[in-house]
């Protein structure tokens, strides 16, 4: 079971961002997956999480309205747009996945097992 991201950049305050995490090892049809996040000097958080089982997403208030978790089945792919980003979004963005939770709400507040590596985001005009 492997997590790939990529996608991170750097962008300008307002602007977008996708970020992109290929699975492989398992389906994109029943775990939960997510995107988190550290910034420097802070804890990680979650920041989306969907189920993909059922499409059910899960979103802390600080993004929501900002940033939209979707996956590519075809592609066993993981997105993250990010849209409206703010200095404070400046972190290491993770992917992740726990294969035995189907819950987005008890991924984002559990957190997964199985980790991508991290793609920097980094927000600054």
């Known amino acids: 079971v492997q997590l790939q991201a990529f996608g991170g950049g750097l962008v300008q305050p307002g602007g977008s961002l996708r970020l992109s995490c290929v699975a492989s090892?398992?389906?994109?049809?029943?775990?939960?997956v997510g995107w988190f996040r550290q910034a420097p000097g802070k804890e990680l958080e979650a920041v989306s999480c969907?189920?993909?089982?059922?499409?059910?997403?899960h979103y802390p208030d600080f993004v929501k309205g900002r940033f939209t978790i979707s996956t590519d089945k075809a592609k066993n792919t993981i997105y993250l747009q990010m849209n409206d980003l703010k200095p404070e979004d400046t972190a290491i963005y993770y992917c992740?996945?726990?294969?035995?939770?189907?819950?987005?709400?008890?991924?984002?507040?559990?957190?997964?097992?199985?980790w991508g590596q991290g793609t920097l985001v980094t927000v600054s005009s």
């Open positions: 992740g996945t726990e294969l035995g939770l189907s819950s987005s709400y008890a991924l984002c507040h559990i957190g997964p097992r199985t």
């Open positions: 090892g398992f389906t994109l049809d029943r775990p939960a």
């Open positions: 969907l189920s993909t089982n059922n499409d059910i997403t």
